[in-house]
C-alpha cells in the first residue's frame, strides 16, 4: 500500500511538472506581444501600441478650443509674393555635344528616393565634366525599406534623356562588349574598372586625375559608392546649372505616379460629401460633380518621424521606461551604440533644437499658426513611429487630415504598394503641388522639397526648431503666449528666398547659382 502511495505522488509531482513546462512553452504563443516589446523586428508594446499620453496637455487643450481669426487665415493662404528671383539653367542657345565621349560611366547609388535624386543629378554634371557616356544610374535597394525600385520605376526615362540630350549622351544599357561590369561584378574582387574611393564633396580636378584615366584606359569606370560625392563650390556655372536642369526640369516621375498624385491633388482640392475612396469610380464621380465647386486650399506635411529617426535623435518622446529600452537597444543593433547625441541630455538637445517635433508638435504648431479644424491636411509619410496611436492628437486637432490610404483605393495604389520609393515619389508629387508644405524635422525629403519649392517661388513653412524646443521645455506657458511666440518667429520662415553659403547643398539652395535676379 505505502509503495502504491508513492508511485501515486510521484505520478502528481511530474504531472503537475509537466503542466507547467507546456503552459511555459505555449505563454509566449498566446501572448506574443509580452515577449516582442524590445525586439528589433517587432514594435514595442509599450511605447508604439498604446496611446501616449500628451506632452503638453495644457497647451493642447487651449488649441482644440481656438477660435478662426479670419485675417490670419487670409495672410496663411496667401501666395508668396514676388521676391525678384527667376529660374536660370544657362544660355537659351542648345549646347554641342562632343564629337567623342571618353568611355561609359556608371553609377551605384545607394540611400532613398531623394538622396539618389541628388546621385543622379550629381552623375550627370561627372559625366560632363569626364566628357563620358553616362548608364542610366543603378539604385542600390535600400537596406531598411527593402525596396528595389530602378531609375525606370520611378522615373520617365524617354523624357530625361531627351531633356539632356544636347548635354551629355546617355544610354540604357550597355553595349554587349560591357555587358560584364555589373553590381555582380565588383561585389566579388577588387576590380580595375572600379572607383570605390570617391571622397565626399569631390572637386572636379579629383574627378579628372582620378577617373579619367580610368576611362580611357578601359573604356569604362563605375563609381561605388557615390552619394554627395561631388562638391557644391568651385565649379564652373555651366556645371551648377545643368545640375539644377536635371533636378528641377529632366527629373519627372513615370505617369502612372504622375497621374495618382494628380487624383490625389483633385481630391483635395474638390472633395466629395463624404470618403469614398474604397470605389474606384472616386475620380471619376468627383470630376463630374464639381462643376461650381471652387477648388479648396490644403496644406502638405511632412511628418518625419519613423523609428530611426527617434532613435537616432536620442530623445525622450513620452513613452516612459519601455520606449527609452526599445530605442537604445535599437541604436546598439543599428549604431552600436554610437549615437553623438546620447552624450547630451534631453534637456540639452530640446533646447538646442536637436529632437524631431511629434505629431502632438507639430499640430500645436500649426494651430498656432492659424490654422484651424477645417484645414485639409495631406500627411506625407511612409511610417511613423508609434502608428495611428502616436497620430492621433493630430487628427483631433485637424480632423480632415488625410494620406495616400484614405484618399485611393487599393486598386489605386497597387503598383506603388509596399514600395517606399514610389510612395516617396507621390508624397513629393503632391508636395509640389500644395499651396504649403510643412516638414516637420530636416531631411532629405525636406531638403528637396524646399529647394524645389523655392526654385518655384512657392510658399513652405520651415519650423524653427530650436524655438520650439525652448518653449515646449516651458510647462507653464499659456497658449496666448505660445501662439505669439510662434507667429513672430516663424514671420520670415515662409519661403523667402535664402542665397546658398559656402559648402551648402544647391539642392536646397538654387540661388544664385540656377537663378537671377530681375
Known amino acids: 500500500m505505502m509503495r502504491l502511495n508513492f508511485q501515486r505522488h510521484c505520478y502528481q509531482l511530474l504531472r503537475r511538472k509537466a503542466m507547467c513546462g507546456f503552459f511555459v512553452l505555449i505563454f509566449p504563443l498566446i501572448f506574443p506581444c509580452l515577449f516582442t516589446a524590445f525586439t528589433h523586428a517587432s514594435p514595442s508594446t509599450f511605447s508604439e501600441w498604446n496611446v501616449p499620453k500628451p506632452r503638453h496637455l495644457r497647451l ?48 551605384f547609388l545607394d540611400g532613398g528616393l531623394n538622396q539618389q535624386r541628388m546621385g543622379i543629378c550629381d552623375a550627370v554634371a561627372v559625366a560632363k565634366i569626364l566628357n563620358a557616356t553616362l548608364v542610366i544610374p543603378h539604385l542600390e535597394v535600400n537596406p531598411v525599406w527593402q525596396d528595389s525600385s530602378s531609375f525606370m520605376d520611378i522615373f520617365d526615362v524617354d523624357h530625361f534623356m531627351n531633356v539632356l540630350k544636347d548635354e551629355i549622351p546617355i544610354i540604357k544599357e550597355l553595349p554587349d562588349e560591357f555587358s560584364w561590369s555589373t553590381r555582380e561584378y565588383y561585389a566579388t574582387a577588387i576590380r580595375a574598372t572600379r572607383i570605390k574611393r570617391a571622397p565626399v564633396h569631390a572637386s572636379a580636378n579629383w574627378y579628372l586625375e582620378n577617373v579619367l584615366p580610368v576611362l580611357q584606359s578601359n573604356g569604362i569606370a563605375a563609381i561605388s559608392p557615390f552619394s554627395h560625392r561631388l562638391s557644391f563650390d568651385n565649379l564652373p556655372s555651366e556645371i551648377q546649372q545643368l545640375r539644377c536642369k536635371v533636378n528641377f526640369k529632366a527629373l519627372v516621375f513615370v505617369p502612372h505616379i504622375r497621374a495618382l498624385g494628380d487624383a490625389l491633388v483633385h481630391r483635395l482640392r474638390f472633395p466629395p460629401g463624404q470618403s469614398r475612396a474604397s470605389s474606384t469610380d472616386y475620380l471619376r464621380e468627383t470630376t463630374n460633380q464639381n462643376g461650381k465647386q471652387n477648388p479648396q486650399k490644403f496644406v502638405v506635411l511632412h511628418l518625419q518621424f519613423d523609428k530611426d529617426m527617434a532613435a537616432h535623435s536620442a530623445c525622450d518622446f513620452g513613452g516612459g521606461k519601455a ?16 549615437v553623438l547625441n546620447s552624450q547630451f541630455t534631453d534637456k540639452e538637445l530640446r533646447s538646442q533644437g536637436r529632437c524631431p517635433l511629434t505629431p502632438e508638435e507639430v499640430g500645436l504648431l500649426l494651430a498656432a499658426l492659424g490654422f484651424d479644424n477645417n484645414t ?5 509619410s511612409h511610417k511613423v513611429y508609434g502608428g495611428e496611436a502616436r497620430i492621433s492628437t493630430l487628427r483631433k486637432l485637424f480632423p480632415l487630415m488625410e494620406d ?21 515619389a507621390v508624397d513629393y508629387y503632391v508636395g509640389m503641388h ?14 528637396a522639397l ?55 547643398s544647391i539642392y536646397t539652395y538654387p540661388a544664385p547659382d540656377c537663378m537671377c535676379h530681375a
Open 376 to 380: 485639409r491636411l495631406y500627411l506625407a
Open 434 to 447: 500644395s499651396d504649403i508644405f510643412v516638414s516637420a524635422s530636416p531631411g532629405n525629403m525636406h531638403n
Open 404 to 424: 495616400k490610404k484614405s484618399l485611393a483605393s487599393l486598386a489605386e495604389r497597387v503598383h506603388i504598394k509596399g514600395k517606399a520609393s514610389l510612395l516617396a
Open 450 to 504: 524646399v529647394g524645389h519649392r523655392t526654385f518655384e517661388n512657392m510658399k513652405t513653412i520651415r519650423p524653427n526648431m530650436v524655438l520650439l524646443g525652448q518653449l515646449f521645455l516651458n510647462k507653464n506657458i499659456s497658449w496666448s503666449q505660445f501662439h505669439q511666440a510662434m507667429v513672430e518667429g516663424h514671420q520670415n520662415r515662409q519661403g523667402q528666398l535664402r542665397l546658398r553659403k559656402p559648402k551648402q
Open 323 to 338: 520606449e527609452k529600452l526599445a530605442l537604445a537597444k535599437y541604436r546598439q543593433t543599428i549604431w552600436q551604440g554610437r
Open 60 to 107: 493642447l487643450r487651449s488649441a482644440l478650443q481656438r477660435e478662426r481669426l479670419t485675417g490670419e487665415q487670409s495672410d496663411l493662404w496667401a501666395p508668396l509674393a514676388d521676391q525678384g528671383w527667376r529660374p536660370y539653367l544657362g544660355s537659351v542657345n542648345a549646347p554641342s555635344l562632343p564629337q567623342k565621349s571618353e568611355g561609359y560611366l556608371q553609377v
